[in-house]
């Protein structure tokens, strides 16, 4: 059974301003591969579980493990924080995504 994938508002919010961005710019093939490549990391995510590199943190008091996943588009590449639960009824969650110049991730809208 593979996991269902959901994306967190931040993540959705993050990922229109990097569309929004590259769309005033023209760049149309970046955005059309950028749009083939997330579609294609959705559909394999989950299995990535055991490989992606992974980050452990301290979240509520609980150890939490976030995979990454690069996200190649062409020219840029993008770094997409998730996290995968153990039960497989349970969707991966998309938090966060930053480009390759940005030095930390953006919690905030």
Same mark, same amino acid.
């Not at 508002?9 to 929004?20: C, G, H, K, M, T």
């Not at 979240?59 to 588009?73: C, D, P, Q, S």
């Given at each position: 059974?593979?996991?269902?994938?959901?994306?967190?508002?931040?993540?959705?919010? !993050?990922?229109? %301003?990097?569309?929004? #961005? #590259?769309?005033?710019?023209?760049?149309? !093939?970046?955005?059309?591969?950028?749009?083939? *490549?997330?579609?294609?990391?959705?559909?394999?995510? *989950?299995?990535? +579980?055991?490989?992606?590199?992974? =980050?452990? =943190?301290?979240? +509520?008091?609980?150890?939490?493990?976030? =995979?990454? #996943?690069?996200?190649?588009?062409?020219? =840029?590449?993008?770094?997409?924080?998730?996290?995968?639960?153990? %039960?497989? *009824?349970?969707?991966?969650?998309?938090? +966060?995504?930053?480009?390759?110049?940005?030095?930390?991730?953006?919690?905030?809208?």
């Amino acid at each position: 059974m593979k996991h269902e994938v959901v994306a967190t508002p931040l993540f959705v919010a !993050r990922l229109q %301003e990097i569309l929004d #961005y #590259y769309a005033e710019l023209g760049a149309v !093939r970046f955005v059309e591969q950028l749009h083939h *490549s997330y579609a294609e990391m959705v559909q394999n995510i *989950s299995a990535f +579980n055991y490989i992606a590199p992974a =980050r452990k =943190r301290l979240v +509520n008091g609980k150890n939490v493990v976030l =995979r990454e #996943y690069i996200l190649k588009a062409g020219a =840029r590449d993008f770094l997409i924080l998730y996290f995968v639960p153990q %039960e497989e *009824s349970e969707p991966v969650l998309l938090l +966060n995504i930053k480009d390759h110049v940005q030095r930390r991730f953006c919690w905030k809208h």
